[in-house]
């Protein structure tokens, strides 16, 4: 968890600079990517358990584990995008 906190917190500025999308529109498209990353993450947990684990118990903390980031990422998408227009305090 301690590795991919900072990697989730840079990602979310890094998607949106790639996409070309203003920060103060970054909701939406962060979460399209999310729901897709996570539909196929799902599709793959179901149809190909053994992917992501040799016991259930791996496989359901591995989908825990992807619910987080995912919700994680919404919310600093959401930060981002409250905070874009927002004057810089000195």
């Known amino acids: ?5 900072p ?3 840079s990602s979310v500025p ?3 600079a790639l996409g070309g999308v203003a920060r103060s529109a970054a909701l939406a ?3 399209v990517m999310c729901v897709t990353g996570l539909l196929l ?3 793959a947990i179901s149809r190909f358990p ?3 684990g040799s016991s259930p ?3 359901m903390l591995g989908a825990a584990w992807l619910l987080w980031g995912v919700g ?3 919310l600093l998408a959401l930060i981002m995008q409250r905070y874009a227009s927002a004057p810089l305090r000195r």
Request: avoid cysteine; proline fraction near 4%.
């Open 14 to 16: 890094l998607y949106v």
């Open 57 to 59: 118990e791996h496989v």
């Open 1 to 5: 968890m301690s590795a991919s906190a």
């Open 7 to 9: 990697r989730q917190t």
């Open 29 to 31: 498209p962060v979460a």
């Open 41 to 43: 993450d799902g599709v």
């Open 72 to 74: 994680v990422l919404l």
């Open 50 to 52: 053994s992917l992501d």
